[in-house]
């Protein structure tokens, strides 16, 4: 296989299975340092994992040399890496682009919201700190969030795609924002529409029926006279 048919670094972690979510971000955006400013703080390893994503020859690590086995680790800071610059790169205009592609295809699913009508949904992060919540899936119909069906997604680190991305998105692109639906889930008890407070009204029956049978199993019972022969 010649050189200009090898996969890059980049086209391998996106293809794998679990990461439909991330785009290829540029390796433009990725050699200039401005962009990762800070990255460095959050990432081991941080100089050979980012060779690695660029396909670079591997920077000398004294303690990766000492230590063949921990390569391991710095493919581990490799994903950690890209997906922190995932997560700036798809605030830009160019990432919005590739997101905005994967939108259309669907790449990110639907809403599992009957009356969102099968909405596409897109990419977030309930924090933007790693390793505090997996990626979840926003619809802009309802304006909530879920989480991804398949069990692939679940280990996907939510700030690999940050908490504003979704908004960045459609404040750019206002057009593609879809209307909200204003149906909503009525539920009935035989054809009647069921009270807001029903289920209220009911538990409090049901917690004075049980005091009272607390009381009355507490009473004491009448003395009674002793008899004699």
Request: negative net charge; contains cysteine.
């Given at each position: 296989?010649s050189s200009?048919?090898?996969?890059?670094?980049?086209?391998?972690?996106?293809?794998?299975?679990?990461?439909?979510?991330?785009?290829?971000?540029?390796?433009?955006y990725?050699?200039?340092?401005?962009?990762?400013?800070?990255?460095?703080?959050?990432?081991?390893?941080?100089?050979?994992?980012?060779?690695?994503?660029l396909?670079?020859?591997?920077?000398?690590?004294?303690?990766?040399?000492?230590?063949?086995?921990?390569?391991?680790?710095?493919?581990?800071?490799?994903e950690?890496?890209?997906?922190m610059?995932?997560?700036?790169?798809?605030?830009?205009?160019?990432?919005?682009?590739?997101?905005?592609?994967?939108?259309?295809?669907?790449?990110?699913?639907?809403?599992?919201?009957?009356?969102?009508?099968?909405?596409?949904?897109?990419?977030?992060?309930?924090?933007d700190?790693?390793?505090?919540?997996?990626?979840?899936?926003?619809?802009?119909?309802?304006?909530?969030?879920?989480t991804?069906?398949?069990?692939?997604?679940?280990?996907?680190?939510?700030?690999?795609?940050?908490?504003?991305?979704p908004?960045?998105?459609?404040?750019?692109?206002?057009?593609?924002?879809?209307?909200?639906?204003?149906?909503?889930?009525?539920?009935?008890l035989?054809?009647?529409?069921?009270?807001?407070?029903?289920y209220?009204?009911?538990?409090?029956?049901?917690?004075?029926?049980?005091?009272?049978?607390?009381?009355n199993?507490?009473?004491?019972?009448?003395?009674?006279?002793?008899?004699?022969?």
């Open positions: 296989m200009s048919e090898e996969v890059s670094w980049i086209s391998w972690f996106c293809s794998l299975r679990g990461n439909e979510y991330f785009c290829e971000v540029d390796e433009d990725i050699q200039d340092k401005f962009n990762l400013t800070g990255l460095n703080e959050h990432v081991p390893h941080y100089r050979s994992a980012l060779d690695m994503i396909d670079f020859e591997p920077t000398r690590d004294d303690e990766i040399d000492e230590n063949p086995s921990q390569s391991d680790l710095v493919e581990q800071a490799a950690m890496l890209y997906g610059i995932h997560a700036r790169y798809i605030m830009t205009n160019r990432g919005i682009s590739q997101m905005i592609e994967k939108y259309h295809q669907g790449d990110f699913g639907h809403c599992s919201r009957v009356f969102c009508e099968n909405q596409l949904v897109l990419p977030i992060g309930l924090s700190m790693p390793g505090e919540s997996m990626v979840k899936l926003y619809c802009p119909k309802c304006e909530d969030v879920y991804p069906k398949s069990s692939r997604h679940h280990h996907v680190d939510g700030c690999y795609f940050g908490s504003g991305f908004h960045m998105l459609f404040m750019v692109h206002p057009e593609l924002r879809p209307q909200k639906n204003p149906n909503n889930f009525v539920p009935r035989y054809g009647f529409k069921i009270h807001p407070l029903a209220q009204y009911q538990l409090q029956a049901a917690q004075r029926h049980q005091q009272q049978q607390q009381m199993g507490t009473r004491p019972k009448a003395q009674q006279k002793p008899h004699y022969k």
